[in-house]
């Protein structure tokens, strides 16, 4: 009887230990994503996107899409700037939690 409670008990160790660190990057991971506009409304293809964690200052980029679409996976939670560029000048920047 005891080898079986302690095959029980090394399984149910286990699984907790391989959920655990799936769970804590649930809640601490995020998606932002946006679409690329200028003044008219209409979208803005190629634009360079750039969020920069305002604690770390840590930056990362991407273009938009063909939409005016752009990405950013696995952003920690934290305090960010957006800022978007095309050739002709920054459009805007916008600062949030």
Do not use: C
Request: net charge positive.
């Amino acid at each position: 009887m005891r080898p079986v409670r302690k095959f029980i008990f090394n399984m149910v160790a286990l699984v907790s230990f391989v959920t655990l660190p799936a769970a804590t990057w649930a809640q601490t991971n995020a998606s932002l994503r946006g679409t690329v506009t200028d003044q008219s409304g209409g979208v803005v293809a190629g634009a360079k996107v750039t969020l920069t964690n305002t604690g770390t200052r840590v930056a990362r980029t991407t273009n938009s899409d063909k939409d005016g679409n752009y990405l950013f996976e696995l952003v920690q939670v934290g305090k960010y700037k957006v800022t978007v560029e095309k050739s002709v000048g920054v459009y805007e920047s916008r600062h949030g939690a």
